[in-house]
């Protein structure tokens, strides 16, 4: 096993912005995102952005009756271990894959407190191997960049990561808004705190915690067990992660809401634990979800925020999964590049399965049957899974609402979400299973691109029908 020290992930992206401002990536996901900018444009649009205020408000406060896997006390504690990233080994994701294997991996993989070169504390994660580390590392800074683009272009059409310091969008980022006729500062307009007004954030795009009239404010332990709270979090003193010893905050009045960042790394690194662990892939994908979702209870973010980090995790990860040249051989800060992603991932795979089976004495298959966790139930899993898919958003794009967009046309490569994790299906009958299991279609991304069909990807559905395919094969 080696040692990563963990970094802030603001800090770690902001290092790479530099040299990646605005990319090609970059640009492709910004116009799968760009219909968010026009929402203000449309009744449809005006009312999917009052739908998302009042969803937030309601999950956020606990009232909206949403299905759960636990209490909602125990969601709102959850919520706050949540947002701290485990970038360099994914342990705070791994409990998708249940009390045995789950647990074996958390314990192989522990957060410590030691310290930095001056002495001063900061968090170190184990992890299972060099290989492991590397996949998860390269993969969620890849589809971070991509998200993290959108916040400060959305809201007031500059480039910014992190710290580094913000620059103009290029002409060509600025291009895609105005194709759609759209407006920066969407949420902060629509929500009556724009960009300058007293409380909201200076950038615009103002968070629920800025927003919201009515606002759960909660106490409970940190990732490290510090005793904090979820106004600490939302707008203490930026630590950047490094101080465990005393609550940590990340200062989120002055970054803006869309889309959520969070969300993005959780669906990346929990959908790469579901195609390693393929006998976990549906609990694994509740996690994800559950992971997004916690955004919205802890108060950081609103329901579209979360659509569209899911929604850029899905469709990078598919990206280098197909091995899409622009995706891979990048230079990324605290990894190293990644010429060939299925080899990557052959080995990180062939690492995990043997540290899990000599951890549990079992085989995969057999560690992944029992399951005391709150994800033993696969009716409560599939109910709350399916509430985040749309989160009852009325529909924008009438046209897409009723057709069934075929993701062997508009998306091919979507359907390697699936063979990696089920390789005797081919791609033409995995693209045929998420056509088959999409979602509901018209939403405020679904306007018939490439992009917003990853947004009615049901990979929960898509993936129990996968795996009884094996029957068939």
């Known amino acids: 096993m080696r040692h990563l020290s963990t970094i802030s992930a603001i800090a770690l992206f902001a290092a790479a912005s530099t040299a990646q401002a605005q990319t090609a990536n970059n640009l492709k996901v910004l116009q799968g995102l760009a219909p968010f900018s026009a929402l203000l444009n449309t009744d449809a649009g005006k009312s999917a952005l009052a739908s998302d205020y009042k969803v937030t408000g309601a999950i956020q406060t606990g009232t909206a009756n949403q299905p759960s896997l636990e209490p909602f006390t125990a969601q709102q504690a959850r919520a706050l271990r949540d947002a701290y990233i485990t970038l360099g080994n994914g342990t705070e994701l791994a409990d998708g894959l249940g009390s045995t294997l789950g647990g074996a991996y958390q314990k192989l993989t522990?957060?410590?407190?030691?310290?930095?070169?001056?002495?001063?504390?900061?968090?170190?994660?184990?992890?299972?191997?060099?290989?492991?580390?590397?996949?998860?590392?390269?993969?969620?800074?890849?589809?971070?960049?991509?998200?993290?683009?959108?916040?400060?272009?959305?809201?007031?059409?500059?480039?910014?990561?992190?710290?580094?310091?913000?620059?103009?969008?290029?002409?060509?980022?600025?291009?895609?808004?105005?194709?759609?006729?759209?407006?920066?500062?969407?949420?902060?307009?629509?929500?009556?705190?724009?960009?300058?007004?007293?409380?909201?954030?200076?950038?615009?795009?103002?968070?629920?915690?800025?927003?919201?009239?009515?606002?759960?404010?909660?106490?409970?332990?940190?990732?490290?067990?510090?005793?904090?709270?979820?106004?600490?979090?939302?707008?203490?003193?930026?630590?950047?992660?490094?101080?465990?010893?005393?609550?940590m905050g990340m200062k989120l009045i002055t970054s803006p809401s869309f889309p959520s960042g969070h969300t993005t790394y959780g669906y990346t690194e929990a959908t790469l634990l579901a195609i390693m662990v393929p006998e976990r892939y549906t609990q694994e994908i509740t996690r994800a979800a559950e992971y997004g979702n916690n955004r919205i209870v802890v108060g950081a973010h609103y329901a579209m925020d979360v659509i569209g980090g899911r929604t850029v995790a899905l469709y990078d990860l598919a990206q280098l999964l197909s091995e899409n040249p622009a995706y891979l051989n990048q230079k990324l800060p605290k990894t190293q590049p990644i010429a060939n992603y299925a080899d990557a991932l052959k080995l990180a795979k062939a690492d995990l399965t043997k540290a899990l089976e000599t951890a549990t004495g079992k085989t995969i298959a057999a560690a992944a049957a029992g399951d005391t966790s709150r994800f033993a139930n696969p009716t409560a899993n599939e109910a709350f899974y399916e509430s985040t898919q749309t989160y009852g958003l009325p529909v924008v794009y009438p046209a897409e609402a009723g057709k069934t967009e075929d993701v062997a046309t508009i998306a091919p490569e979507a359907g390697t979400l699936l063979t990696a994790a089920f390789p005797y299906l081919t791609l033409k009958q995995a693209d045929a299973i998420l056509t088959a299991t999409e979602g509901p279609g018209g939403g405020f991304l679904d306007n018939g691109s490439p992009f917003g069909l990853y947004s009615r990807l049901d990979l929960y559905k898509a993936s129990l029908q996968a795996a009884a395919a094996a029957s068939k094969s």
């Open 110 to 247: 522990p957060a410590t407190i030691g310290k930095d070169k001056d002495g001063k504390p900061k968090p170190v994660f184990t992890n299972i191997s060099p290989n492991i580390g590397n996949l998860l590392v390269y993969t969620v800074i890849s589809a971070e960049l991509d998200s993290n683009a959108g916040k400060y272009f959305f809201s007031n059409g500059t480039y910014q990561l992190g710290k580094a310091p913000a620059q103009p969008a290029s002409a060509e980022a600025m291009a895609l808004i105005t194709a759609v006729d759209g407006k920066t500062d969407v949420m902060g307009k629509a929500y009556h705190l724009p960009a300058g007004s007293t409380s909201a954030d200076p950038d615009g795009d103002s968070r629920p915690f800025q927003t919201e009239k009515t606002f759960a404010s909660y106490a409970d332990p940190d990732y490290f067990g510090v005793p904090s709270s979820n106004t600490e979090w939302l707008d203490g003193p930026d630590t950047g992660g490094k101080s465990p010893t005393k609550s």
